[in-house]
């Protein structure tokens, strides 16, 4: 077999810190744009670099590494992100950029190909630090102005171009200095269909509609023991009745997904009443149209709600993706390899978003999905089995050889 | 009038640091045993030694100042507190305080009397930094063990004990070292009632029964764009249903209090299904059996909901204190007073907790409420006209006199 496994899971081990580590303290915080993001992003740009690839960095941080890459020819691009959410597993970004970069090499080594190849890092997926997440992805392919995006601040009010100076990340190219001839991303499912279908394999036909809003409603601060019922303006009363609201939907929109995934109120003191409640909604469905419908009917109950309660409110939209097709002649190709690799699969969408749903912006593009025990994802406890890994893996490899051939 | 007025007011000023402030920039900050408290505490110390009282500190950090106090002799004792909860008002507390002050300086000008009386400052009622409130006056009539009391933390894990010496206020005096004759404390009513029934004066009852529960609910953090809503194990569901449940109560329970004032939940991510959730429920009623069912009928309503959707749960009583009735025969003094100084009144119970329903423990005891505007209380718009005051004032000075009398 032209992959090295070996190889591969002792890099994905080295960025992730996890030699000597027992599986129960695996508790990886890379959060992009910080120390731990700059120390991955340098091991692996010193892999790329053994590798004689031509590394190129981008103005929003994302890192390029290229075989044969000439200029006015396109390159078939393999990649995802290394940045991580909070208390993270292993194998969500990473497996696509450190599976990439074993591809690669297994690729050269075995002399299989003159043709252009790169590997890419896109900068900040998670979008936990700065908002939107998918930002390296979404920059390199020009859905927003760059001036725009350096305005982005954390929570701490530095911006996102001071914090690529300051990991020494800010690079010289500018979006979409190159146009790849197609995208194809090896990622963890993060959703439990495969595992319960007892596939290996994910052929993912898209990526469902995302939107996120952050609801502030504001109420009135008061004595909690002294103000009568009847007199409060209490934004919590309305939290509630949105909470339940959402969570009705449950049985009857399978495929309408809506989280609150983050909350706070102020000033949070056991007997006052809060004055302001902010809190964010995640929702997402494969049927643009749908997700619009849900959104104007939950914007309306909002607006209701506040009113019987005299409640302000206001809703901010920080993210709006539409939903995304992917490449059916790609995916025709990863089902014929699947199927003569005796491997077993399923086609599914992606619930989860992925830079592979911008670049299919600029480009035939698709994903493959590899199950996830339990469904469990952003989550410390996130875990694929070895032999599901080793299949995506050497399904990539066979995939891209079969692509290269084109 | 035996009162000054102008020096009651400046003395208030000072200790709140209002001087040349506007109405809307007052944003008082004092809560208990942080150096905005020392600095108050050093303040009125001065004003009680200019008036040569004699002055003992306990050991909870509890001040008090003697007029003409011998052993064995059971002095009437006036007083309240001046720790605040964050973004207060004046009033709270304070009144009480350089109320009690102001009316010992005219007693003792006047040459009213030579019978034992003093002043109370009670370390921490509001409990914000350190749990329960009403600690000071608590500890005093000795409802707890002081060793116990000691070992209370803040969130920064600092004890009570290391934080009266940092203040230097760990005062040499035993829980109860003297019985007071009686207590008298002069309050804003934190409540609307007074305001609505436009009256001068409340004449207080007793103080309702207040309950603290602390509830966490643990579920399974995983990503929220991937798992279907039928797999969620969503603390913020139920804790949505618990909001309803809550205000539901709102027409049929009149005097039921109920506040959910502090939220906080982890991991606290857009994109992520919480894994916990951690609550506060203010829960108050006039009728201590009522208080106990309804507390009981919450247990099970969230004992069902938990069960429903797979969500682990604790419930903690942080603090449980029963209704207290004041002492008829002082009120009947406050009513006679009101009704010679051609004040209107009302009486009512108090919605919020006093440090006079500690010491109505171990000796008669009562308050005097003044209206608070628009019911506004724990909140920097807290407001009682100033006339109001000046009555609540008068009204105290005229009490403690005819109580004097004996």
Redesign the interface.
Same mark, same amino acid.
Do not use: C, Y
């Given at each position: 077999m032209a992959i090295n496994f070996k190889r591969f899971f002792k890099r994905l081990e080295d960025i992730n810190n996890l030699k000597n580590k027992s599986f129960e303290k695996i508790n990886i915080n890379r959060i992009a744009l910080t120390l731990d993001d700059k120390i991955a992003r340098d091991k692996i740009i010193i892999w790329m670099k053994n590798l004689n690839l031509s590394i190129k960095i981008d103005n929003i941080g994302n890192i390029f590494g290229f075989y044969n890459f000439k200029k006015n020819t396109k390159p078939i691009l393999l990649g995802s992100h290394i940045d991580t959410?909070?208390?993270a597993g292993r194998f969500d970004g990473s497996l696509g950029v450190i599976g990439a970069l074993e591809v690669l090499e297994a690729l050269i080594k075995k002399n299989v190909t003159n043709k252009p190849i790169g590997i890419a890092i896109f900068t900040n997926e998670?979008?936990?630090r700065f908002?939107p997440?998918m930002m390296g992805s979404w920059s390199f392919t020009k859905r927003e102005n760059i001036n725009k995006i350096y305005k982005i601040k954390d929570n701490n009010n530095i911006t996102i171009k001071d914090a690529l100076k300051k990991i020494k990340y800010l690079g010289k190219e500018k979006q979409l200095f190159f146009k790849p001839r197609m995208f194809l991303e090896l990622h963890i499912?993060?959703?439990?269909i495969l595992d319960i279908e007892k596939k290996n394999i994910g052929i993912v036909k898209g990526v469902?509609a995302?939107t996120?809003l952050k609801v502030v409603l504001f109420g009135k601060?008061?004595?909690?023991?002294?103000?009568?019922?009847?007199?409060r303006r209490?934004p919590?009363?309305v939290?509630?009745?949105?909470?339940?609201y959402?969570?009705s939907?449950?049985?009857d929109?399978?495929q309408?997904?809506?989280?609150?995934?983050? #909350?706070?109120?102020e000033?949070?003191?056991?007997?006052?009443?809060?004055?302001k409640?902010e809190f964010?909604l995640?929702i997402?469905n494969p049927n643009d149209k749908k997700l619009v419908q849900f959104e104007n009917n939950l914007n309306k109950k909002i607006k209701e709600l506040c009113f019987a309660n005299n409640i302000k409110y206001k809703v901010d939209k #920080?993210v709006n993706f539409p939903s995304v097709k992917f490449d059916k002649k790609i995916n025709k190709v990863i089902i014929n390899k699947s199927k003569k690799l005796k491997y077993t699969y399923l086609e599914l969408f992606?619930?989860?978003?992925h830079d592979a749903q911008m670049l299919a912006n600029i480009c035939p593009t698709s994903m493959i999905f590899v199950p996830?025990e339990k469904?469990?994802?952003?989550?410390s406890k996130e875990n694929t089995k070895k032999s599901d890994i080793k299949k995506g893996l050497n399904l990539l490899y066979n995939v891209t050889k079969e692509l290269l051939k084109e």
């Open positions: 959410v909070r208390n998670e979008g936990v908002t997440d499912e993060q959703g439990p469902q995302i996120w601060s008061n004595h909690a023991g002294t103000t009568p019922m009847s007199n209490d919590i009363k939290f509630g009745e949105v909470s339940s959402i969570n939907f449950k049985s929109r399978k309408q997904m809506i989280t609150i995934g983050s #909350l706070n109120i000033p949070n003191q056991v007997n006052v009443i809060a004055n409640i964010t995640d997402r #920080l992606s619930g989860a978003g996830s469904g469990i994802s952003h989550d």
